[in-house]
């Protein structure tokens, strides 16, 4: 506290005391014999005036000094003059549970989280930037995802996501809700249909394709002596590999050059690391 702290205070309190003598003099007067009570002309303005210097003089005197700064969240990185927060890493990884493709990886790291989140929003900039028209999924489809998830997911084999009772302890011991978890799944669901229509067309795979990848990779799978499904039966299933295979290698290319024609900038000297990983492979969406 300032030595000027006590001077305002009793200033306020004196300043208050006059007011209130003040109201008192013009207050409202109740008629004999009427309950309808008639305000003076300039009370309500007084009175106002006395119950803030009232609340100025009882204020605690480290309120009426403190200057220190409320810190709500920080700025991690920034990606085209859009900033990156902290709580977004933080909601990464607390979202990252729910993504079976991270089995094995350990938990993600606030420097992987980064690189995810650089990644998507370049996409996001993109898309607003060719004004593409977004593919809503519909709730059918993001119910489809989340009974997918409580099924299948990894991470709740042992912890039986298959009952609302379960499901609700694991989001409970992720820090999530079913709020957050839908929206998730609906922005996967959006970001998937647009890399699918935006590289997938166009796409041929020919029959030579088929075949070299059946030859060369589906049946060497097999052990001597076990029966292997034959080409016409497995065509269409190697025919989506083989496609996504290549929507995949466009998608990297376009993120690739995207991440180096961008203006990244990591604020974090802890997550410069996530910087360096520019056009170095396909992030997670």
Known sequence: MTARTPIRIEFAR???????????????RVAEGSAVAFPRPGASKL???????????????QQTNSTAPVVLDRVVAVVNKQAILDGDLEDEIRLSVLDPNGVGQGQ???QRALEQLIS???????IRQEDIPAIEPSQAQVNARLDDLRRQL????????ASDAGWKAFLASHGLTPERVAAYLRYRLEILSFIEE????????????????????????FAPGEAVPPLDQVTQRIQEILLQQQVNV???????????????????PELESAASQQGAGRGDP
């Open 47 to 61: 009175l106002a005036l006395a119950l803030f210097f009232s609340a100025l003089a009882s204020a605690p005197a």
């Open 154 to 161: 990894p991470a709740c084999v042992h912890r039986d996501c």
């Open 250 to 268: 466009l998608f990297d290319n376009w993120l690739t050059n995207l991440r180096q024609q961008g203006d990244v900038e990591v604020l974090d």
């Open 14 to 28: 004196k300043v208050a005391v006059i007011l209130s003598r003040a109201w008192h003099a013009v207050a409202p």
């Open 198 to 221: 935006r590289f997938r067309q166009g796409i041929q795979i020919s029959q030579e394709q088929i075949e070299t990848y059946y030859r060369d990779t589906l049946v060497p799978q």
């Open 108 to 110: 993600l790291t606030p």
């Open 120 to 126: 998507r929003t370049l996409i996001e900039q993109q």
